[in-house]
């Protein structure tokens, strides 16, 4: 009985974040372009644009193995497996058994090891130039976002996020704690180093110099091009759920019950508004950093992660 | 039946040595009979640890050796049936391999003496790892470093493989130096040589003897083990050896160091003191860190790898240290679940390190190179490697579902659940460890994209590689073989978790596995369900059916579509040539900026040009990183002592009157003393 | 009266620290053995130790005849300058000859048992300290002086302190002993001559300093 | 009985191959004449291990298991290098006369009369009287070449050796002089060690000491314990082969053996601390003194010197050790020191043979190629001499050390260690780079075969080496026997 009301969670909690996920992205981009007072894309375009690279036809670089053709499947399929494992609208997520935050960190690398393979699969230099990039900022953003986590699981005394929802909601206004504040700020560098956005990253760019993850994906067209694009909305959706859902789990239900389901759903999208508002908000307010500046951010959330481990127990 | 199984694995290996010496040269018979008894004794050997493993019974036995009052003692006890387990393991697949590998060797006459050498190896590490005495043990561990000295310095026509032999076996004795040392405090104190008096008289070790003890034994096994900053001739010594070889020490023989660690840290240092598992554990950090950032910058393909082989030891002595510093604080179940985590990691180390290494020699054996700027393109022409190979590195790189995840999610619990144990300031290293652990586990992922798609993915950057074939079946099934292995104990870890009770019951004086064990074998959880579960196998599963959708995804209107195969984009230059690629140098060219006040590069440039400096005719470019511990300690410390014998050699200038001179003056000397005394 | 003759040798012994010429010094030292064996004789006389008096005669017979015409022999065969050159300057070996004497006082101090009867004592106490010196001297002389000759005959002084001690302290050890050991000692003195004789025509030149080729 | 054939043997060997003027001949009497020693020293253990001590005109020669002991070492050492001098001096034909061969194979066997005589003499003036034979008959050996180099190292090794000896005479005299009070002092019997080591406690405590000192600067010069050294490197390496292994395998024991006898006494009579506290001294510092010059040397024949006065030194130092392992430690060393050795002189004889060089840099490497079999047992001996496992040479040093540990003495045991690392380390760096390496210019693989035109050099390798490695796994019952009484007697038990 458990087992199937699970598969059923886990089949709408999926399919949910297969939906929401372009529209972070549109409305990002809308949100970004109304604040530089252009029009923009409407905010389905990504939608329009996932449609519209199915129907097309792909060219494969002949230099490429067959990596290049697996990289687009683990890559979204990893984005997916990650949204499982994290609450979402209920406190327990569907497949929390299967793991933790940490295989949610260990799942995302390993769909960013394949795409960066893929990048190099292509034999061009861009590609190359983006998986070294990638891999590089990833790799040193990884302390960072494990001190972040440690802190939260230490508090929690679990790395399994159902445990880290529940008993964030079980001490409300935990949040305030200057731990969780520090681990906050910690984790939003993070997120911003990993989903690729501006200072650290430019979706919007071609340009070969400024290219990190446009560059590894330089050579992927068609529905394969689609698999990438959606798993990379999805997987800076599933990080930002994380985000809000471990520092603000407000509404989370604490049960999959429909009403339980259909408000945890409606908080939801409220602070995904938020922390989409904030995303968009770093981005207009900084410029595009060198790639050699990036470390020093990095850096920075470093210390707050470390600071924020500490003040666990010195406050 | 263990002792049969047991003694007829070692019978097997002796017979493969002698084999190795009588077989007719330049024939096939050394290479069949020496791989082939090989073979045999590892599965002999395989039966009997997994026997003993599953019994848990200790086996004992004595043999009289020269000195009556030092006698071969072996025990096969639970740590020991399962390094004898990862070893046997090794040896079976290393053998399948060497059967094709070797056949490259035939034309020389010495490869009956590379079989000799690789049995004498082999046994001598099984009696290594169930040596039940002080002296035997010693006897069996310089016998492994003396005939891996002469595997290692196999090629010893090149000046680079003499020397870094030499270095090898001469770090090797001086740790030798330092175990017998701390075997001969122990036995002073416990008045014996036995390894179980050892253990029984632990109580009794205490202040400043157990710390000599500690110091000594793990500056010993440490060399052994490839430790920074004693690893120096780790990535010298096992690039230059045959690959098999290579495999072989870089799988197991360091792990030698490991194996002892247990042994002295957890059965004869009774509890030890916190400074001690702190040091361990800043120790093993240190070496993951500097391990994998000095592997980033190789372009070896076997140095790189013999770099992941301190990194590594590091991840696994992460576990050690953290379970001694449990012990001393009382947690004892902790201690085991970090116990477990370091014993892990040390086998699928072993596994995934002979993998990779074994793919490194086919790679050289089919493109006759081991500098990656000269590869690519290998995965068309050996697509078996290849695939082996991959799988290796994902495990390597710690990725779920395979098994390096496991050991290392494992360490992330232990060292999370290590931030409680205590409340003074100590515990924020737990933590901090596990961050650089993070950091680790990410710079080792990005290095085996480099080895990986440097290596094997785009265009071939060299004839060799053009010309490169896939290996033979002998060669492939050996990797194949730990392939698999990879798989299973990533999937299967809790299935093969009990295996540790026996072990942590002795050492840490716990049995966890059942509390590691949820949801009915399906998953892993760190002690308790509520700490936190994983399951590679569910993860695999979840995988396979969402690969549904994209699988939908791409159905749809397939007719339609239509896939072509096109050039790459070549920005418009006329076409794509291996130039363009990407290098293994470039790709680590940001980690050798960010990095630049470790690495400390030099680089040179120089350009030819005619007419202005923006066409320049040809650009010259070199870059190097240094090498801290042998240009900052090695060097000085033998330049010094050179220096010093030189000037010592005065004393036998050849005068007479000199030398008379010493005497007398001793006599003068010594006599007035007797008129003291 | 022994102590008397003991303190001429040691007299005798620092002359030949002092003394220059060569011939001299073979003539010095057939003195210095002749006076043991004087020193044997009274021992034997005052103690009836019979077999002293066959030692004495044979030292009377080698040392003090036998081997000092060997050696002049050689010294003619090979006709070397006269002059010792030593290494360290007379009154300097004179000093150390002194200090060593005194180093040979010291162990006899030691050695020196008062529980034994006044004449035993005092003879063991006072000819021990000479046959110390003496075999201190002697070594040091080997140790200063150049020519390979001269070590020989230093090397003999040496084992005249030996003779001093065997018959002064114990009365002789056994006699066979004794013959043994003074045949051993003109079988070394042939070995040395045979070598300084070569040494001679190899280096033309007995300064043994120039003997410094295996070195390190 | 058996000792006066022990002795008589050699002796008349000595006067035959005088006699006999064909190099045939003198090859065959040595041969056989060491052949038949061995055969005795063989029955003299035997007889020994039955009941306790052999000897003969009432008590002149006396063999106990100790004694037993070095001559069975010296016979082995002995035959060996007969065997090998066969083919050493067959393979210089060309620039040696016959009658330069009498003299080799004459003193040979004087010498070895004389090192027997040391072992079987149970009177302490008899053994110094031997002793300084040793050295006589060994000097016209050392200066067999007759060149510049060995005649000044022949003089030295007379020189030093004279003063040493004369030194031990001292000691021993004043070891008489401290028995005096024991009852038939002064008859010829109060010189035997048997009577004066029942007596021992009742010795004068002060001349006692003297004479220790005296003797252990005396039989450590013959030994050649550091600072007592410096005649070793010259004499080992100016010697024909043969003759260098024995002074090293050989007089290196029956110093020793001297030393024992007298640590025995003074132990006795004041203490065992005094002895030993010296002996522990100057072990370490022989150790101490070989670091450096086997570090940088440039010779193969003078590194083996430096070898045996560490060796040396680490016998000692197990004797200063003392305790239940200490004696026993370093006889089991000076058993498996005197079969390693020699090997060790053979293999670099025939490399110096080949490349008419002793200079490590002159030999280009590359030696497995040229001479396989010569090349691989001088690595292997080699290793076998720094006492790695699994040689015999480990078990030994590390009974030696643990007897230091046991006993309390630290710090030198830690020293020793260290010492011993180090010289493991430039030894192994001087000969991998001799015997590794490409095929030298010099011979082609035309010739990259053995070339050892005599046989003889190789029988005497390869059983040598064979010993080696037996001994490195299983040691005779009966010899260990032997080896553990001999072990009692030097530890000073009654």
Redesign the interface.
């Known amino acids: 009985m458990t087992a199937i009301r699970t598969a059923l969670a886990a089949v709408m909690q999926l399919l949910l974040f297969l939906a929401i996920a372009p529209l972070v992205t549109g409305a990002i981009r809308t949100m970004k372009a109304r604040l530089q007072t252009r029009r923009g894309p409407a905010i389905w375009q990504p939608y329009r644009d996932i449609h519209k690279l199915l129907q097309k036809g792909m060219v494969i670089p002949d230099t490429a193995s067959w990596l290049f053709s697996v990289t687009p499947w683990v890559v979204f399929i990893t984005a997916a497996m990650v949204g499982l494992l994290i609450p979402m609208v209920a406190t327990h997520a569907p497949l929390s058994l299967f793991g933790g935050v940490l295989a949610v960190v260990y799942l995302l690398a390993l769909g960013r090891f394949f795409l960066a393979l893929g990048g190099l699969d292509a034999g061009t230099p861009f590609g190359g130039l983006g998986s070294s990039r990638e891999m590089t900022i990833s790799a040193i953003a990884e302390p960072a976002m494990m001190l972040a986590i440690f802190t939260v699981a230490i508090s929690a005394n679990s790395t399994n996020l159902s445990e880290v929802a529940k008993s964030a909601i079980g001490q409300s206004w935990r949040f305030l704690a200057p731990s969780q504040m520090l681990a906050f700020g910690a984790m939003f560098i993070v997120l911003i180093a990993e989903t690729g956005r501006i200072p650290v990253d430019n979706p919007a760019t071609h340009l070969e110099l400024t290219m990190i993850h446009e560059a590894m994906i330089l050579e992927y067209s068609g529905p394969y091009l689609a698999l990438i694009e959606w798993g990379a909305s999805l997987k800076q959706l599933v990080l930002m759920t994380l985000l809000v859902n471990t520092f603000f789990p407000f509404g989370l239900s604490s049960a999959w019950t429909a009403p339980g389901v259909a408000a945890g759903l409606g908080y939801y999208l409220v602070k995904l508004f938020a922390i989409c508002c904030a995303v968009v908000l770093v981005e207009n307010a900084n410029a595009k950093m060198r790639l050699f500046r990036v470390p020093d951010l990095l850096a920075v959330a470093f210390v707050l992660g470390t600071l924020a481990l500490i003040s666990t127990f010195l406050f | 039946m263990i002792d049969r199984a047991f003694f007829g694995g070692l019978l097997a290996y002796g017979a493969g040595a002698v084999a190795g010496l009588i077989a007719p040269r330049r024939s096939v018979w050394p290479r069949v009979l020496c791989c082939g008894l090989a073979l045999f004794g590892g599965l002999l050997e395989l039966c009997a640890s997994i026997l003993s493993l599953a019994s848990g019974a200790h086996a004992h036995w004595e043999i009289p050796a020269g000195v009556p009052f030092l006698a071969y003692g072996f025990r096969l006890d639970a740590l020991s049936s399962y390094f004898i387990l990862i070893l046997s393991l090794l040896a079976v697949t290393i053998s399948i391999y060497s059967l094709g590998y070797l056949r490259a060797f035939e034309e020389k006459k010495t490869v009956g003496l590379l079989g000799f050498f690789y049995n004498v190896l082999l046994a001598s590490l099984t009696a290594v790892f169930t040596a039940s005495n002080a002296f035997f043990f010693l006897i069996a561990w310089e016998a492994m470093a003396l005939s891996s000295y002469c595997l290692v310095s196999f090629h010893h026509r090149e000046e680079s493989t003499r020397s870094a032999g030499v270095l090898y076996f001469v770090m090797s004795h001086a740790g030798t130096g330092c175990l017998l040392a701390g075997f001969l405090l122990l036995s002073a104190r416990v008045g014996s040589l036995e390894f179980s008096d050892f253990a029984s008289g632990r109580a009794e070790l205490t202040g400043p003897w157990q710390a000599a003890i500690f110091l000594l034994f793990f500056a010993g096994f440490g060399v052994k083990a490839g430790i920074i900053p004693l690893h120096i001739w780790l990535p010298e010594a096992h690039p230059v050896a045959p690959s098999n070889i290579s495999a072989l020490m870089s799988g197991i023989v360091i792990k030698c160091g490991i194996y002892g660690m247990a042994r002295v840290f957890f059965e004869f240092l009774g509890m030890p003191p916190l400074w001690a598992g702190i040091t361990v554990l800043i120790v093993g950090v240190v070496s993951a860190l500097l391990g994998v950032l000095y592997a980033l910058m190789e372009h070896d393909l076997k140095r790189l790898l013999a770099y992941h082989s301190i990194e590594n030891i590091g991840i696994i002595l992460i576990g050690f240290g953290s379970a001694m510093m449990f012990i001393t604080l009382g947690y004892h179940r902790l201690a085991a679940l970090a116990l477990i985590a370091g014993l892990y990691h040390t086998m699928n180390h072993a596994i995934f390190k002979c993998l990779l290494f074994l793919g490194a020699g086919s790679v050289l054996h089919g493109a006759h190179t081991r500098n990656m700027e000269e590869m690519g393109g290998l995965i068309g022409r050996m697509p078996r490697t290849a695939f082996c190979f991959l799988v290796g590195a994902i495990a390597i790189s710690g990725l779920p579902p395979l098994n390096g995840f496991v050991s290392e999610w494992l360490t992330y619990q232990a060292l999370l659940a290590g931030f409680g144990t205590t409340e003074s300031l100590t515990r924020v290293l737990f933590p901090v460890a596990g961050a650089l652990l993070a950091l680790t586990a990410a710079l080792a992922a990005t290095c085996f994209v480099k080895a990986f798609g440097i290596t094997f993915l785009a265009l071939p950057r060299s004839e060799k590689a053009e010309r490169a074939r896939e290996s033979d079946s002998f060669m492939v099934t050996g990797m194949a073989i730990l392939a698999v292995a990879c798989v299973a104990l990533g999937l299967g870890a809790t299935l093969f978790l009990p295996v540790f009770d026996g072990i942590t019951a002795r050492l840490a004086g716990a049995q966890v596995s059942g509390d590691l064990i949820a949801a009915g074998g399906l998953a892993l959880s760190a002690g308790s369900a509520r700490g936190g579960t994983v399951s590679p196998a569910g993860l695999a599963a979840t995988f396979v059916i969402l690969s549904v959708i994209p699988g939908l995804l791409l159905a749809v209107r397939r007719s339609k579509r239509k896939r072509v195969t096109g050039p790459t984009w070549d920005c418009g230059l006329p076409g794509l040539t291996s130039e363009n690629e990407y290098t293994a140098f470039a790709f680590s060219k940001p980690l050798r900026m960010i990095f630049a006040a470790l690495y400390q590069p030099r680089r040179e440039i120089q350009a030819e040009y005619e007419v202005s400096p923006y066409y320049p005719k040809a650009i010259r470019f070199d870059s190097e990183i240094e090498s801290p511990f042998e240009e900052r300690l090695y060097v000085p410390v033998q330049r010094v002592v050179l220096a010093l014998a030189r000037r010592m050699r005065a004393i036998q200038a050849g005068s007479i009157h000199a030398y008379l001179a010493y005497i007398f003056v001793t006599l003068i000397v010594l006599l007035l003393y007797g008129v003291r005394s | 009266m022994i102590t008397l003759m003991a303190a001429f040798v040691l007299v005798l012994q620092i002359a030949m620290v002092g003394q220059r010429w060569l011939i001299t010094n073979i003539r010095v030292f057939a003195a210095q053995s002749f006076l043991l064996a004087g020193i044997a004789f009274t021992i034997a006389y005052f103690n009836h130790a019979p077999h002293l008096y066959a030692a004495a005669f044979l030292t009377v017979a080698l040392k003090a005849v036998l081997l000092p015409i060997v050696l002049e022999r050689l010294v003619r065969k090979i006709d070397i300058g006269q002059e010792i050159a030593p ?1 360290i300057n007379v009154p300097v070996s004179l000093l150390i000859a002194g200090g ?1 004497t005194t ?1 040979g006082y ?2 006899a ?3 020196h ?1 008062p529980e034994q009867t006044a004449s035993r004592a005092s003879l063991g106490h006072n000819t021990l300290a000479v046959a110390v010196s003496l ?2 001297i002697g ?2 002389m ?3 002086r150049r020519k ?1 000759i001269m ?1 020989v005959l230093a ?1 003999l002084s ?2 005249n ?2 003779f001093l ?2 018959i002064s ?3 002789g ?5 004794e013959l ?2 003074l ?2 000692l003109v ?2 003195v042939m ?2 001559e045979i ?1 300084v004789y ?2 001679q025509e ?2 033309d030149s007995m300064d ?2 120039k ?6 | 009985m058996i000792l006066l054939f022990i002795l008589a043997v050699p002796l008349a060997a000595g006067a035959m191959s005088f006699a006999a003027n064909k190099r045939p001949a003198m090859e065959k009497i040595n041969l056989g004449a060491f052949g038949l020693v061995l055969a005795l020293a063989g029955i003299l253990v035997v007889q020994v291990l039955r009941d306790g001590r052999v000897s003969a005109w009432d008590g002149f020669l006396e063999a106990d298991s100790l004694s037993a002991l070095v001559v069975l070492l010296t016979a082995v050492v002995a035959l060996a290098c007969s065997v090998y001098a066969i083919g050493y001096f067959r393979d210089e034909r060309d620039h040696i006369m016959v009658s330069e061969l009498r003299k080799y194979y004459t003193l040979t066997p004087l010498f070895v009369f004389a090192m027997l005589m040391v072992a079987v003499a149970n009177n302490l003036g008899v053994m110094w009287v031997a002793t300084e034979a040793t050295t006589l008959t060994s000097v016209f050996l050392i200066a067999f070449y007759g060149r510049a180099t060995s005649l000044e190292a022949a003089w030295k090794y007379t020189m030093i050796g004279g003063v040493g000896l004369s030194m031990a005479l001292f000691g021993t005299i004043l070891t008489y002089y401290a028995a005096r009070n024991v009852p038939g002092a002064d008859t010829l019997a109060g010189l035997n060690w048997s009577v004066l080591a029942r007596n021992a406690p009742q010795f004068d405590g002060t001349t006692m000491k003297f004479a220790f000192i005296l003797v252990l600067l005396g039989y450590g010069t013959k030994a050649g314990i550091a600072p007592m050294h410096t005649w070793k490197p010259d004499a080992y390496s100016e010697a024909p082969v043969p003759a260098a292994a024995m002074l090293a395998a050989g007089v290196l024991n029956c110093a020793l053996y001297g030393l024992i006898r007298f640590h025995v006494l003074a132990a006795r009579c004041v203490g065992p601390q005094f002895g030993s506290q010296l002996l522990i001294f100057f072990g370490l510092l022989s150790i101490g003194v070989a670091v450096p010059f086997v570090l940088v040397q440039k010779s193969f024949r003078r590194i083996l010197a430096y070898s045996s006065i560490d060796h040396g030194g680490i016998m000692i130092l197990g004797l200063g050790f003392g305790g239940a392992f200490g004696a026993l430690g370093m006889l089991l060393h000076m058993t498996f020191h005197s079969v390693t050795k020699p090997l060790l002189f053979f293999c670099a004889g025939n490399v110096q043979q080949r490349l008419k060089t002793d200079l490590f840099h002159r030999a280009k490497g590359g030696l497995i190629h040229a001479m396989p079999v010569t090349g691989s047992i001088l690595m292997m001996a080699m290793l076998a001499v720094t006492g790695t496992p699994p040689f015999s040479l480990f078990q030994s040093e590390f009974t030696i050390l643990r007897a230091g540990v046991t006993g309390g003495h630290l710090v030198p045991t830690a020293f020793c260690v260290g010492f011993l690392v180090t010289i493991f380390a430039g030894f192994l760096v001087h000969f991998s780079r001799l015997v590794l390496g490409p095929v030298p210019a010099g011979h082609g693989s035309a010739s990259n075969t053995e070339q050892e035109p005599c046989p003889w050099k190789k029988y005497s390798l390869i059983g040598l080496a064979s010993i080696v490695v037996i001994l490195g796994f299983w040691l005779p019952r009966p010899l260990f026997e032997l080896i553990r009484n001999a072990a009692r007697i030097a530890s000073g038990e009654p």
């Open positions: 290494l060593l180093v010291l162990v101090q030691s050695l048992r075999f201190l070594f040091y080997m140790i200063s390979a070590q090397l040496l084992e302190g030996l001690a065997a302290l114990t009365y050890v056994p006699l066979i002993v043994g050991i045949f051993d079988v070394a070995v040395l070598l070569r040494i190899t280096f043994v300093s003997l410094s080729r295996l070195r390190g």
